[in-house]
């Protein structure tokens, strides 16, 4: 079984500041991860995702994440928050027992002041 | 390329009615999938097709929910009788083929929101 575990429900930034999104996962098996943002009104849109090639993997708007097997994390950053950058983010692993569902975690909800 | 839509927006039903959903995917997309987002909560699969057949309906609640994609294009989710835990945002979602099995990168619609009151 695999699951996914967003740290934080809620994280609030300045605008310029660094921003980081804690993700872990457990896996029994080499799994798909990816990031994927929600904003309000909207559909979930892809970051980023990683599929067992380069562990530091780039996405869109400057965010990139890092898979560390030793830690079991996918931690997702961006060096400076941007206002538009406001958005529900979530974790996603897939594939459990070859089903090739996503499963989410329960979402990390990013703040950027002014 | 036009995006996956879905209608209604939004819906408020009373328990017991009935509702459906309807998803119009990405051209070309061969494989749609139905999440269920309640409030506060990462989505949730519900059912998976491929083509016009279903790959996974494991977490389907079979009881109330049904869909079908009868041509492999677009699909309706079904909802009889509604019960108050099932407000939620239902979300479509397609993946076009040839994308490696367990890395394909999914495209979803704005979602349905609706309120059983």
């Known amino acids: 079984a695999q699951s996914v575990t967003q740290l934080d429900s809620h994280v609030s930034v300045s605008e310029g500041t660094p921003v980081l999104l804690r993700c872990n996962y457990s896996?029994?098996?080499?799994?798909?991860l990816f990031w994927y943002v929600q904003h309000p009104n909207k559909g979930l849109q892809l970051l980023l995702k990683y599929t067992s090639a380069a562990t530091l993997v780039k996405g869109i708007n400057g965010f990139e994440a890092e898979f560390k097997k030793s830690e079991t994390s996918f931690h997702l950053t961006k060096p400076s928050a941007h206002m538009s950058d406001a958005a529900e983010y979530f974790c996603v692993v897939s594939g459990v027992t070859g089903r090739r569902a996503l499963t989410f975690g329960s979402g990390t909800r990013l703040q950027v002041q002014p | 390329e036009a995006g996956v839509a879905q209608s209604p927006r939004y819906k408020i039903i009373e328990k017991r009615q009935s509702v459906a959903f309807w998803c119009n995917p990405i051209?070309?997309?061969?494989?749609l999938y139905w999440y269920q987002q309640i409030l506060g909560q990462g989505p949730k699969l519900l059912i998976q097709?491929?083509?016009?057949?279903?790959?996974?309906d494991s977490q389907l609640p079979k009881d109330r929910f049904s869909a079908e994609r009868l041509k492999g294009v677009d699909s309706t989710l079904k909802i009889q009788p509604a019960k108050l835990e099932d407000s939620a945002v239902y979300l479509c979602?397609?993946?076009?083929?040839?994308?490696?099995?367990?890395?394909?990168?999914?495209?979803f619609g704005p979602g349905t929101r609706l309120l059983v009151l």
């Open positions: 097709f491929q083509n016009n057949g279903v790959v996974d």
């Open positions: 979602a397609s993946s076009p083929p040839g994308q490696p099995v367990l890395k394909e990168t999914q495209y």
């Open positions: 896996s029994s098996y080499s799994p798909s």
């Open positions: 051209s070309g997309h061969a494989t």
